[in-house]
């Protein structure tokens, strides 16, 4: 079965602080891979998106990196503050075996807490 | 700029009864996908759409069916509904067929609860 693994589930760290958020998955046959982020009770803010082709993509603070051969990505924080403090969840969409998709696989997510 | 849109953002609906979820995609986006997330889970893909036709379809439960209309919106109606039905549905709409390398965006999703 694919998979999608998130590795801290939850992170707390102070203001400031860079982090790295970590997501594996378990075929390298992707389209491509989508961090998003999640607030309690709310819907899904697309962070960064990545082709399967790119090894990476960046957004003001964040970066996402992509190394499909080894099924993995991460995400990277820069100077992280209280209000990055959500849900990030990794999705992969995974190529099928009769050539399309099965929508977004998502992992099951990091809480990341920001103290003040 | 205009997001997803969906309706009712919540409904209580008794078991056995019967529920439909609007979503009005980004304007210009032609494919529409459904997800359903549980309590403290990860959403999981139900059934999507391309220009108005089902392209590709996940753990959709028989009871539940989708479509997409001519003005792109789509809905979810789903019956005989159960206590484990309840979750929070999230439509999603982007441009382009299938696997596209294009962004999906989410709505903020419809919270069903079943009683």
């Known amino acids: 079965k694919q998979e999608v693994t998130q590795i801290p589930a939850a992170l707390s760290v102070p203001e400031g602080e860079n982090l790295v958020l970590n997501c594996s998955f378990t075929?390298?046959?992707?389209?491509?891979l989508q961090w998003f982020r999640q607030d309690p009770g709310k819907g899904l803010t697309s962070l960064l998106l990545?082709?399967?082709?790119?090894r990476e993509q960046t957004s003001g603070r964040l970066n996402a990196s992509l190394d499909k051969s080894s099924g993995r990505s991460t995400l990277y924080i820069a100077a992280s503050q209280p209000g990055d403090s959500a849900t990030y969840l990794c999705?992969?969409?995974?190529?099928?075996?009769?050539?399309?998709?099965?929508?977004?696989?998502f992992g099951k997510g990091t809480h990341l807490i920001i103290q003040p | 700029a205009a997001g997803v849109i969906q309706s009712p953002r919540h409904l209580i609906k008794e078991k056995r009864e019967t529920a439909t979820l609007k979503c009005y995609p980004i304007?210009?986006?032609?494919?529409v996908y459904w997800y359903q997330q549980g309590p403290g889970q990860d959403p999981q893909f139900l059934i999507s759409?391309?220009?108005?036709?089902?392209?590709d379809k996940g753990s959709i439960p028989d009871r539940f069916s989708a479509q997409q209309f001519s003005d792109y919106h789509s809905e979810l109606n789903m019956s005989s509904l159960e206590l484990g039905d309840s979750a929070l549905y999230f439509c999603?709409?982007?441009f382009g067929e299938g696997p596209s390398g294009n962004t999906i965006y989410f709505g903020e999703g419809s919270w069903l609860t079943v009683v």
């Open positions: 999603a709409s982007s």
């Open positions: 075929d390298s046959a992707i389209y491509n």
């Open positions: 990545i082709q399967s082709s790119q």
């Open positions: 999705a992969v969409i995974y190529a099928n075996s009769g050539g399309g998709a099965d929508g977004l696989t």
């Open positions: 304007p210009r986006h032609d494919t």
């Open positions: 759409f391309y220009e108005k036709m089902q392209s």
